[in-house]
């Protein structure tokens, strides 16, 4: 059993890894592209906002009118982080980045570097997915935080009804609840990247091909549900993928026919998803932890 | 010895074999690896440093294994073969960030550093990023990181890839002198044979992932006893001296006036011949070598061979 001190002598050893790997992603082109593309869906809903596309031109979407006048618009900015963000956009940059902490190091081979160097593997381990960890809420949280607080205080502006905004007669009192509330998503948005993150850095270190592996872990149901369709013949493939990416951008509630049903899903209890999260993160700490020891690299 | 042994190990991709079957120790001094792509000479790389384990045998160092031997990795130093560097990394960065991993006090790493950047003729790039960087440099920052942490032991895979002449130059030096100086224990792998041979004072070659031939250069060609050598003799008295040895060789050919080409399958014995003529009947020999005795021309003799049928050690 490894003692306390061992432990943090290990972690000190290898924290470079760490910080090298924070680094290595925060130059990278790829986080970029993934930190804008988190507020696609936001910049998609800013624009039919504005320039009202809910018109018969895009009928060809299925997409009804909508009453998006006062508070109905900022209500939708947080449809659009249940429909959208969450399952779809945050899912995919937790995907990439942690398919990639390992795997873009093995593919370039300067994973040499840091394994033969005398450091206990199971640590560096641990620094990729903090490293991962770091870099996915780097990502993610901007347009989290930019989409509710823009939401929040335009509410406040125009004194707009708003489920997640604060209700009180002081300015503090509003932004309290408002912070309040904003922490639940951030909490959510934590346990969403840890949990995904621990299972794709592991498919990324120990995989060779590990993004097909990491779709399906990532987007399961979503894919059955295509495969679902397409086997039914519902719909014509091309205009059924279409139709989907469009309303997935804007968060639209029924992006699939029939996808609503199976979010149920979804509907958790709050005790029952912290203990799985913390189940999950131990399991999948433990066994990346043993199986980063046994490694090779190629 | 370096005390790194391999014992019965192999190595399997797959249905692709890596090694097979194979049995060394490595020497003190300069050691070369020699083999065709796909021989395994990069499989035994890895597995010297902790990057790959065998499916089948044993490597260890000092009796004790190599895989997870911490002790051991703090006094190795590993380049590479692929052109593979962090390229948003200043060349100083980089040195920096590899010397983070081996417990140096900050002073120390900065002196080291200033020494590896002279020693691989890098000082005035140090800070430019490493994308900028000709080929050659990349290589030699390659190196520069694995003589870090001043290890006894460097493996360096295909050193002189991509390099021009001085690069060469440099990184052969940089060696030779860490042998003789410092009696480091190198062991490099690569393709130019000529530079192996002269910096090489042991030699291991691989084919088809088979040890086939392990020893010095001019131990090995004398072991393939079985294929005459070709030696070239000049004398001024020519005529006598192949009255002399003619029964003795397996070839004769005239190069030119004073000059004879023989191929001879015991090279000791001849040698010793020409001796006693030199003294017994005093012919004089202006010159004599060997025209096949390099590394490159026993690699080619060595390669025309089954491997799976034979061995040579010397």
């Given at each position: 059993m490894i003692t306390f001190s061992e432990f943090k002598e290990?972690?000190?050893?290898?924290?470079?890894?760490?910080?090298?790997?924070?680094k290595a992603k925060t130059v990278n082109k790829t986080t970029l592209f993934l930190l804008l593309g988190m507020l696609l869906p936001y910049l998609v809903q800013l624009i039919i906002y504005f320039y009202g596309i809910y018109d018969n031109r895009w009928g060809f979407l299925q997409i009804e009118r909508r009453d998006l006048t006062g508070g109905n618009f900022y209500k939708r900015m947080m449809k659009v982080q249940f429909n959208a963000a969450f399952p779809y956009f945050y899912t995919m940059a937790a995907l990439i980045l942690g398919t990639n902490m390992y795997r873009d190091e093995i593919n370039e081979d300067t994973i040499s570097y840091i394994m033969t160097k005398p450091l206990p593997r199971d640590y560096i381990f641990i620094q990729k997915y903090l490293a991962y960890l770091r870099m996915a809420l780097a990502v993610t949280m901007p347009a989290l935080t930019v989409s509710f607080w823009t939401a929040v205080l335009a509410s406040f502006i125009f004194d707009?009804?708003?489920?997640?905004?604060g209700k009180g007669d002081t300015l503090m009192s509003y932004l309290l609840i408002s912070t309040y509330n904003w922490l639940i998503f951030v909490v959510g948005l934590f346990i969403l990247v840890s949990t995904l993150g621990i299972v794709f850095v592991t498919t990324g270190m120990l995989l060779r091909r590990p993004l097909l592996a990491n779709l399906f872990i990532g987007f399961g149901i979503l894919i059955e549900q295509i495969l679902i369709d397409l086997i039914d013949n519902r719909i014509e493939p091309l205009y059924l993928s279409i139709n989907f990416i469009v309303r997935m951008l804007i968060g639209y509630d029924d992006a699939f026919p029939g996808f609503l049903v199976k979010r149920e899903i979804y509907n958790f209890n709050e005790v029952a998803t912290l203990i799985n999260t913390i189940l999950?993160?131990?399991?999948?700490?433990?066994?990346?932890?043993?199986?980063?020891?046994?490694?090779?690299?190629? | 010895m370096t005390g790194i042994s391999f014992d019965s190990v192999s190595k399997f991709y797959g249905e692709v074999v890596g090694l097979n079957d194979v049995t060394f120790s490595i020497p003190k001094g300069i050691t070369g690896l020699v083999g065709s792509n796909g021989a395994g000479k990069t499989t035994t790389l890895k597995m010297c440093v902790a990057l790959l384990k065998p499916d089948l045998g044993t490597v260890t160092v000092n009796d004790e294994p190599i895989w997870g031997n911490l002790g051991y990795l703090s006094r190795i130093g590993y380049a590479t073969e692929k052109d593979k560097l962090y390229n948003w990394m200043t060349g100083e960065e980089f040195l920096d960030w590899n010397g983070k991993f081996y417990q140096m006090e900050p002073k120390e790493l900065e002196t080291r550093k200033m020494e590896i950047l002279e020693l691989m003729n890098l000082r005035e790039a140090k800070d430019r990023r490493i994308a900028g960087y000709s080929r050659g440099m990349r290589q030699r920052i390659k190196i520069g990181q694995a003589l870090l942490n001043n290890p006894d032991i460097i493996f360096v895979d295909e050193p002189m890839s991509g390099t021009d002449p001085l690069g060469r130059y440099t990184i052969a030096e940089t060696f030779r002198r860490l042998q003789k100086e410092e009696g480091k224990s190198i062991i490099l792998s690569s393709h130019v044979l000529h530079e192996l041979e002269r910096l090489s004072s042991w030699v291991l070659v691989l084919e088809n992932g088979k040890l086939v031939a392990e020893g010095t250069i001019h131990g090995i060609r004398l072991a393939l006893s079985d294929i005459p050598q070709h030696l070239v003799i000049s004398s001024p008295n020519i005529s006598q001296l192949v009255s002399f040895i003619v029964s003795e060789v397996d070839e004769l050919k005239r190069v030119d006036e004073n000059k004879i080409e023989v191929a001879v399958?015991?090279?000791?014995?001849?040698?010793?011949?020409?001796?006693?003529?030199?003294?017994?009947k005093s012919i004089e020999i202006t010159e004599f070598y060997s025209v096949d005795g390099d590394l490159s021309s026993i690699y080619q003799l060595l390669k025309k061979r089954d491997s799976a049928s034979w061995r040579y050690i010397a």
């Open positions: 290990n972690f000190r050893r290898t924290r470079p890894v760490y910080s090298l790997s924070v707009a009804e708003f489920d997640y905004a999950i993160l131990i399991i999948g700490i433990l066994f990346g932890m043993k199986r980063a020891k046994q490694k090779e690299f190629w | 399958r015991k090279r000791r014995n001849f040698e010793k011949m020409l001796l006693d003529l030199q003294q017994e």
